[in-house]
Structures are given as structure tokens and as C-alpha cells.
């Protein structure tokens, strides 16, 4: 992570900008990821944020070839063709990352935008775009899981919203592939 602008993150900016020039552009794309605020007083998302760290990126020698829009819904026509304009890049190549109910959505958000196609014609590969019926697949058992189970999980650190976050993932990940949804019952040890 890290935010066009700040002093700590030059070093990597100017190293992949001489990447670029070190192995061709044809065999290296920038993808920037950047938020796209919401005000709720306006009613209305606003490009001006990704559109100043466009311009600082540019600055350095940095053109993305792809934007990764972060929002709480759909861009507006308006909102991309701005973004397209004041950023130079084509409608095609500003991609939305909306707000989903489980992060594994997301590949199948991209997917739907045909980003991997993208990234296939901007890099020139020779290959089919990407195959997701298995993540597809998975997603449906994340939603619609065939049977439930409850797990007490005890820890003396059990109120710390990250304690035992690696166990945590690893029975829900457990769950998803046995087709049941996980409930975990946190107690405490000194209890």
C-alpha cells in the first residue's frame, strides 16, 4: 500500500518507472488503485482524488495504463468519462471495485469488466482470457452453503479482534470447501 505523494513511497515509484525503461513497455503495465469518495451531502462520487494522484504519478514519468476504482457503487457514465478525460486513459481501462459482501467476489467483479482480457491485450499474450467456474463455484458455496456447523474457539486473547485471525480464515476456508458455513463462538479462557 502506500499513497502517490508520500515521501516513503518515491523509492518504489522511481524503481518501477525504471523497470518500464529496463525491460520494454510492452512487457510491463501500471495498474493504480486508488478510492473514490463518496459525500453523502452531495449525493455523488468524486473523481478529483484519483484524478490529482494520476497527475502526481504523471509527474514522475508514470502514466497507468489501468485504474482500479475503490467504491461503494457503480461509476457513473460521468464519473468515468471524467476520469477517462482528465486522466488520460480509455474507458475500457477504469475498473470498478465496488463494495462486496465477501472479498472473493471481487475476481468475478473484475472478470465481469473484462479486466483480464485487458491485461491479455495490453501485455500481448497469447492465451484465452481467465477461466472462473471454479471460482465461481466457490463463491456460490460462500452464499449458499448446504449445512452450518458452530465451532467454540477458547484463547486468552479471544477479545482482540485479529487474535487468532490465521485459525479463524482456516475454519472458514475449511467450511467453504465442505459446502457449510462456519459460525465461531469466541470465548475467553479466563472465563
Not at 144 to 156: A, D, F, R, S
Request: glycine residues 6%.
Amino acid at each position: 500500500g502506500g499513497t502517490v505523494g508520500d515521501i516513503e513511497s518515491l523509492p518504489f515509484l522511481e524503481a518501477i518507472r525504471q523497470f518500464r525503461n529496463d525491460i520494454g513497455k510492452e512487457n510491463v503495465i501500471y495498474v493504480h488503485v486508488t478510492f473514490i469518495p463518496y459525500l453523502k451531502a452531495a449525493k455523488e462520487l468524486k473523481s478529483k482524488p484519483t484524478q490529482h494522484s494520476v497527475r502526481e504519478l504523471r509527474e514522475i514519468g508514470i502514466q497507468p495504463d489501468i485504474v482500479i476504482c475503490r467504491c461503494q457503487s457503480k461509476l457513473s457514465e460521468e464519473v468515468k468519462s471524467k476520469i477517462s478525460l482528465f486522466c488520460d486513459i480509455r474507458d475500457e481501462a477504469i475498473i470498478e471495485a465496488i463494495n462486496v459482501k465477501s472479498i472473493y467476489e471481487i475476481p468475478l467483479v473484475f472478470k465481469e469488466q473484462k479486466l483480464g482480457d485487458l491485461i491479455i491485450k495490453l501485455l500481448n499474450l497469447k492465451c484465452q482470457g481467465p477461466d472462473l467456474q471454479s471460482w465461481e463455484n466457490m463463491v456460490e458455496k460462500i452464499y449458499h452453503p448446504q449445512k452450518e456447523v458452530n465451532i467454540g474457539m477458547v484463547g486468552k486473547y479471544i477479545s482482540l479482534k485479529d487474535a487468532y485471525i490465521s485459525i479463524t480464515e482456516a475454519l472458514i476456508h475449511g467450511g467453504i470447501d465442505n459446502n457449510c458455513r462456519v459460525k465461531i463462538k469466541r470465548i475467553d479462557s479466563d472465563e
